[in-house]
């Protein structure tokens, strides 16, 4: 199918566990000993094949090429590609592509034994092969930027077609807000509005046209008006963002420069269209793709290896946090109804099949983009504070943003508090509004201001605040500071009766080390700086041969960003915390990158955690293998410091804490419901929660109940979820090591709400 940014982690992931000869293994071994090659476009046709190459993890496309083929649509084109897999002893089979490349693998499958019998009439094959051969495997994964393959959160490519699309926006801002122009911007997605809809929710877009959910009759003049009341608020620019799919009601076409027309006709403002188009392909794959193509590739490969001939067909997806395997054909059939819901017009039903994910994209972005007038809106009668704590985190802003809108929208009275707990104990709070926080998703840092000050020692001065301001809710937002903090503030009730209201965290720090939240607000900026800055790292030394870099990456005692960043970048070995090492280690690590030195690769690649030794420090590390590397290598280091929590928030950060801060505000506000016209003061653990992503789940958990799960010393989860991974990136580092599957993805059935 079409290229994809990321495209190469799947290969990169089948090739380190199971490239032939190569010993490395799952702990279930297949005894046939499977041979994996690279197939080239059409290449089961063809007979292109290619051995397992070098790391491809930086380059985006597919270095194996991609095709539509249509000699492969008929029977013939599928006998000849049954003849040459069998050439190559070939039955279990990958398909990397969308629904039309999937579909096509199932028939192939479906065909495969009546294949293999004509083959043997016609005399290219023996009747031996054909029992021997007997059955075809099949394990499809999707790469498509359009991410618009049920089944799954995310395809293959999706992220880093964000990261374009999201850098082009954020340079046309600028360029519209010196000129005061309007600019109407086309993405890509062919049917599917996804990648409209998630960057106009990243980048705060004034309004958006999407396939699956065209806008009312009279949009044209709502549109106008929008535009209009925003240039009266003084506000320089206007974003409008239209999927290439984008139709009406009627199922007729809404085009870029028809929308260009409509503005300067009606508005009479500078209006310019951009058109992306297939710069959302190129470009080097973001981080978040390079680890789940990654995790993909193994999962399809050990979904080959456990499959039976009564297995059907399956994809691999991604829910939640996890890898599950789908029945494919079941995943294809609910990608067709969309598009059947959209061409009769069932446009609900199509937002619907589109999952869950969508349809709550949609929803938080027509609650912050679209203000409704005073008098619309129910008035609660309460404050709600938002405050940030900590160190600064890429996407703090947006959650802010989001924040502040959805309280107005369910009618509470919003309050800034700056500078973090110190400024809350000073009283530096105000009302914030609706157009006070315009612009801010795209922002860096924390315009509020935050400090690493926990509120136990001004708890008398912040609840004569409370007091003073009559604060009926708090949400904080940030690192593990913030957790502390809450854990102070909930502790503090039954002295301060003002700290009895619902008070809720938002984990937002670039260490990803808060209890109760397998990810932070922060952290995939970190780790796509981390992981840009080893590959310009790398590329350095294109002309110098045999050279290790050592690199120390931030997060404290946690090694979210060392073992994730060298996931992300291929490094040879990261070193973190939370799995000690000792000296016998890091000369064993030495002597296997001598080795590798002498034969295959010219460049090494080592990340440290700051806190993973006391002793082991990155100098030490840096003259041992300096030391040990004389002759074969020579090293230099880096530490990556403060500019990993620097920066333009990734398009993930951006959603992530704009969604999740939503939910946050939904929560304080049923909270509030509940006790309307009864003055009830909150007591209980479950009015003083952390809310995070656990697993597949978002959910709110009582900061009382983590204290059970914390390592208060080391300001860690005593558990956490990517040390699973641990073993994958030693064995894409070709060191022999087993990969648990225990874990693995069974067969499952998809739902409408998996997306």
Not at 86 to 93: A, E, K, S
Not at 459 to 464: D, N, R, S, V
Not at 647 to 675: H, V
């Amino acid at each position: 199918c079409r290229p994809c940014c990321g495209a190469h982690g799947h290969l990169r992931g089948g090739q380190g566990l199971f490239k032939s000869g190569s010993g490395y293994v799952v702990q279930k071994k297949n005894p046939l000993g499977p041979r994996f090659l690279l197939v080239l476009p059409v290449g089961a046709v063809r007979g292109d094949w290619r051995e397992m190459g070098s790391s491809l993890v930086p380059h985006g496309g597919t270095i194996i090429g991609s095709a539509r083929c249509q000699a492969f649509r008929t029977r013939e084109g599928r006998l000849k590609a049954a003849c040459n897999l069998l050439q190559r002893g070939i039955t279990n089979l990958c398909v990397i592509g969308g629904d039309g490349s999937l579909t096509g693998a199932n028939l192939f499958r479906k065909e495969w034994s009546g294949l293999l019998e004509e083959l043997a009439r016609n005399g290219q094959i023996d009747k031996e092969a054909v029992q021997k051969y007997a059955y075809l495997n099949v394990v499809g994964m999707v790469g498509s930027i359009d991410n618009d393959f049920c089944g799954t959160d995310m395809t293959i490519g999706t992220d880093s077609a964000l990261h374009r699309i999201i850098e082009v926006i954020d340079a046309i801002m600028t360029t519209a807000q010196s000129h005061q122009r309007t600019f109407v911007l086309e993405v890509m997605g062919r049917h599917c509005g996804y990648l409209a809809l998630v960057s106009a929710l990243a980048c705060g877009a004034d309004w958006v046209f999407l396939p699956e959910s065209p806008p009312e009759e009279g949009w044209e003049e709502q549109m106008c008006v929008k535009l209009s009341e925003n240039r009266a608020r003084k506000k320089r620019l206007n974003i409008i963002i239209v999927a290439e799919g984008a139709i009406d009601t009627q199922n007729k076409p809404i085009t870029s420069e028809k929308i260009k027309e409509l503005v300067v006709t009606q508005l009479g403002y500078d209006t310019r269209v951009t058109i992306l188009g297939h710069v959302q392909r190129g470009g080097t794959p973001s981080a978040f793709d390079r680890i789940l193509a990654s995790r993909m590739g193994v999962e399809a490969v050990i979904a080959l290896l456990e499959a039976t001939p009564d297995t059907p067909a399956c994809v691999v997806s991604l829910n939640g946090n996890h890898a599950v395997r789908l029945p494919l054909m079941e995943c294809v059939q609910m990608t067709q109804d969309v598009q059947k819901a959209m061409d009769e017009r069932r446009f609900q039903d199509a937002v619907r099949l589109r999952g869950r994910s969508f349809a709550g994209n949609l929803n938080t972005y027509k609650r912050l983009a679209i203000k409704l007038p005073d008098d619309q809106i129910p008035k609660t009668n309460c404050n709600v504070a938002v405050i940030n704590v900590g160190a600064p985190a890429a996407g703090m802003n947006a959650a802010v943003r989001s924040a502040v809108r959805v309280g107005i929208a369910d009618g509470h009275r919003m309050l800034a508090i700056y500078d973090g707990f110190d400024g809350f104990a000073k009283g530096q709070i105000k009302e914030i509004s609706w157009t006070d926080v315009g612009g801010w998703t795209g922002q860096g840092g924390s315009i509020l201001g935050t400090k690493r000050v926990l509120p136990g020692k001004y708890l008398e001065e912040i609840a004569t605040q409370m007091r003073a301001h009559s604060i009926n809710a708090l949400l904080i937002i940030g690192g593990f500071e913030a957790y502390l903090g809450l854990l102070e503030l909930s502790a503090a009730r039954e002295k301060h009766e003002e700290f009895c209201v619902p008070m809720v965290m938002v984990p937002a720090t670039v260490s990803n080390n808060v209890p109760g939240s397998d990810f932070s607000i922060g952290a995939d900026t970190a780790l796509n700086t981390i992981t840009d800055t080893c590959d310009r790292i790398k590329q350095s030394a294109s002309g110098t041969k045999r050279r290790v870099f050592i690199i120390e990456t931030m997060g404290g005692y946690c090694g979210y960003l060392a073992n994730m960043g060298g996931l992300a970048a291929g490094a040879d070995a990261a070193y973190i915390f939370e799995e000690p090492f000792d000296i016998r280690d890091l000369q064993s690590n030495v002597e296997h990158l001598t080795e590798k030195m002498k034969t295959t690769i010219q460049r090494g690649l080592v990340l440290r955690n700051e806190s993973c030794s006391e002793n082991y420090t990155t100098d030490f590390i840096y003259q041992l293998y300096s030391e040990e590397g004389k002759g074969v290598f020579d090293c230099r280091k880096n530490v990556l410091g403060h500019m990993q929590q620097g920066g333009a928030p990734s398009p993930f950060d951006r959603n992530f804490g704009t969604k999740i801060s939503a939910r946050a505000m939904e929560w304080i506000t049923a909270k509030l419901k509940e006790a309307r016209g009864r003055g009830k003061k909150f007591t209980t653990d479950d009015s003083v929660c952390v809310l995070g992503i656990s697993k597949r789940n978002v959910i709110f958990q009582p900061v009382a109940e983590l204290k059970q799960q914390t390592d208060f010393e080391h300001r860690i989860p005593k558990e956490q979820w990517w040390l699973k991974l641990r073993p994958l990136m030693k064995i894409l580092a070709k060191y022999k090591a087993s990969y648990d599957v225990s874990d693995s993805g069974q067969l499952e059935h998809v739902q409408p709400w998996s997306v």
